[in-house]
């Protein structure tokens, strides 16, 4: 998860609501056509995601600072119960939670140093994106595992060309700047392994830098 832009907001919100398209394709360009969670790539499957449920927070529903553009996936798992997560597009989330992987373990690991509530919030989310009901004793649900399949495929990629060029294969530079584009997907996650490697911070650190 990462911060993502605002643009102004439709002037077809006041008259029509969340739900028409040109509030919709807004929110998709603010987000560069991923799912604001879990930075998956979408050309279909995207609904309006209240960051504020519109349960607890009737009164937000069509506010635009509480829209974003999420899959159904990651709208499901949020539902109402994450309403104080951190505001995307006012946090630099990539920066405040570490996110890692344990291929190990078979598992996303999300940190951070900050401990408030919001923070707190968050990784529960992303928790629960990710690594789903999984535990020792209770194996991921099929759409889940699905989901882990894809994102650990999408990870093992990177993490292969950075090893590429790590060990002297400067024609591998181009393909990291590729797969660090801001349409590509699990940004977080490839901005941890920059972050934490001092030869590939030197060499990338303009290309982890987005949306500030």
């Known amino acids: 998860m990462i911060k993502v832009r605002k643009s102004a907001e439709p002037q077809e919100l006041a008259q029509y609501g969340y739900s028409c398209e040109t509030v919709k394709n807004a929110l998709i360009n603010d987000a560069d056509e991923k799912c604001y969670i879990c930075e998956r790539y979408r050309d279909t499957d995207f609904e309006v995601e209240h960051l504020k449920s519109r349960k607890k927070n ?10 974003y553009a999420a ?14 997560m951190l505001n995307p597009d006012l946090y630099d989330v990539e920066d405040i939670i570490d996110h890692k992987v344990n291929l190990m373990e078979e598992k996303a690991e999300f940190s951070s140093l900050d401990k408030n509530d919001r923070v707190k919030s968050t990784i529960r989310l992303l928790v629960k994106v990710f690594n789903g009901g999984r535990s020792n004793s209770k194996p ?26 790590l060990s002297g294969n400067q024609e591998a ?25 001092p030869v590939l911070l030197q060499k990338f650190h303009d290309d982890i830098i987005w949306n500030k």
């Open 71 to 84: 899959c159904g996936y990651c709208n499901k798992k949020k539902s109402g119960y994450h309403d104080n």
């Open 140 to 165: 991921r649900k099929e759409l889940e595992q699905r989901f882990w399949d894809q994102f650990k495929k999408e990870y093992i990629d990177f993490i292969t060309v950075v090893e590429d060029y």
């Open 58 to 67: 009737p009164d937000l529903e069509n506010d635009w600072s509480n829209l």
């Open 173 to 197: 530079e181009k393909d990291i700047r590729d797969l660090l584009d801001i349409r590509e997907e699990f940004l977080a996650f490839k901005y941890y392994v920059i972050k934490n490697n």
